[in-house]
């Protein structure tokens, strides 16, 4: 069975960083399409980033449940998003202001019990304001979270 995108417009509400047609969407900042239950304008998306953005959950074969639609549990996840070590590493983005604990630690036993790390977002719980930059964390073995700690104090972005 497949599943469709609309209603959730997780993506496209700035949850996941993107630029569509010189727009950018960031935290805070949806994209102008986006009318919260779809996207006014879904027929003649672009390609890119729209028609090949890859949310985990709309993926044919899909490895997370049906009730982890984005706008419903609280986070996007983009599966393999990187290598780390030849080990694919998963992003999970929160859908507000931090991923729900009940989602996180569903992504984190999952990462444990098929051993891919996870990198995931929250926003600062000490600002007020929505950052477009959020805190990027790792889960996963402590290599592997010094590894992102060392590519993040050198600037490189890791997605």
């Known amino acids: 069975m497949s599943r469709e995108c ?11 960083q993107i630029k569509v047609k010189g727009c950018e969407a960031y935290p805070g900042k949806p994209y102008p399409h986006s009318t919260g239950s779809g996207c006014d304008d879904y027929d003649n998306r672009p390609v890119y980033p729209c028609r090949k953005f ?14 982890f639609r984005p706008n419903e549990c609280g986070a996007l996840m983009i599966d393999t998003v990187l290598h780390w070590q030849g080990i694919p590493v998963d992003l999970a983005v929160p ?23 996870l990198i995931y977002q929250q926003q600062d719980p000490n600002s007020k304001t929505l950052e477009k930059n959020p805190l990027t964390l790792a889960y996963g073995p402590p290599a592997f979270q010094e590894w992102v700690l060392d590519q993040q104090s050198k600037g490189i972005a890791l997605w």
């Open 6 to 16: 609309q209603p959730c417009t997780a993506c496209c509400d700035g949850w996941v």
């Open 54 to 67: 890859e949310c985990s959950w709309v993926k044919p074969n899909s490895f997370l449940p049906d009730d």
């Open 95 to 117: 859908v507000g202001r931090e991923i729900p604990p009940e989602t996180l630690q569903w992504f984190m036993q999952n990462a444990e019990q098929n051993m891919r790390p």
